[in-house]
């Protein structure tokens, strides 16, 4: 009778050790197998690309910290549209449903908002950049600003007291190619290449004309541009101090057909008799901002 409760004795502990033994077995293989998040990023302005360094995931949640957009793709690309430091969560999950989180901070570059008017104040023009500026300090026109972020082609100059802007012809590169449209005969611009051209008085609002480039091998020879809505709307000439003025203006994009991937723009400053005072700029290229 002992020796049975003893052989049942030995058999119970036999079969909890066979099942602690399986236990642990299963919770190895179940270590083994628990998701880990991690990813890294690398970003072009404020377009991030992540890259998803995680392990046993099958399903993602990206929390991109600007309380916009999440995504399940596993290695998404973003576009901010805020700045400064910013939370970015991870969320992996795998077949169980076990999950894992990570959370990492980025820097997002800082986001500029211009809203140009055309009204003589300038203050809206501190956050662009200088195109050009001529640096030998002769000439009327020394510095210009060019912002295209909007329906609007806008352009800042500034230059000593001689920049009256009484009349001038504006050479305007719309496609991006220096071989096409006019090639001026002078190095002023030669090989700048414009398509359009506007011709008159820019701070008076009032009879410049504008014209398209049908000339053939660079030379000479433009088609008065006609119909509603052909127009530069330009500021008067502002006096800074005593010794700058400045002007703004802007030019629809729809008036200046199909752009490249860039604007340029030179000038030749004319007085009130159609005489030069001043080319700008001076170098044999156009003032040009990319798009």
């Known amino acids: ?39 890294s990023f690398t970003n072009d302005g404020s377009t991030f690309t992540f890259k998803n360094l995680s392990t046993n995931g099958t399903k993602y949640r990206w929390d991109f910290g600007d309380l916009y957009f999440t995504s399940s793709e596993k290695d998404p690309v973003y576009t901010y549209q805020i700045g400064g430091e910013i939370r970015v969560s991870l969320t992996v999950t795998n077949d169980a449903g076990e999950e894992a989180f990570i959370t990492k901070v980025i820097t997002a570059p800082r986001i500029i908002i211009i809203d140009i008017k055309i009204d003589g104040e300038f203050k809206d023009w501190d956050d662009v950049a200088v ?19 909007g329906s609007n082609v806008n352009v800042y100059l500034e230059g000593n007291k001689k920049m009256l802007l009484e009349l001038a012809r504006l050479f305007i590169n719309t496609d991006g190619n220096t071989q096409t449209g006019f090639l001026h005969p002078m190095h002023w611009l030669e090989g700048a290449g414009a398509e359009f051209l506007f011709e008159g008085p820019i701070v008076s609002n009032g009879w410049g004309t504008f014209f398209d480039y049908t000339g053939t091998n660079g030379a000479w020879g433009w088609t008065v541009i006609s119909g509603s809505g052909i127009n530069l709307n330009a500021s008067s000439i502002v006096s800074l101090n005593n010794t700058t003025n400045a002007i703004e203006f802007n030019i629809p994009k729809s008036q200046l057909g199909t752009l490249g991937t860039s604007v340029g723009i030179g000038i030749n400053e004319l007085n009130g008799g159609w005489g030069d005072v001043a080319y700008f700029p001076e170098g044999p290229k156009f003032s040009t901002l990319k798009l």
Not at 7 to 14: E, F, P, S
Not at 132 to 146: A, F, V
């Open 1 to 39: 009778m002992k020796k049975i409760k003893l052989t049942k004795y030995i058999a119970i502990v036999l079969a909890l050790l066979l099942l602690t033994a399986c236990s642990s077995d299963s919770s190895s293989s179940d270590s083994a197998t628990k998701p880990v998040a991690d990813f």
């Open 131 to 149: 195109t050009d500026q001529n640096t030998s300090g002769n000439g009327s026109i020394q510095k210009i600003k060019i912002w295209a972020g």
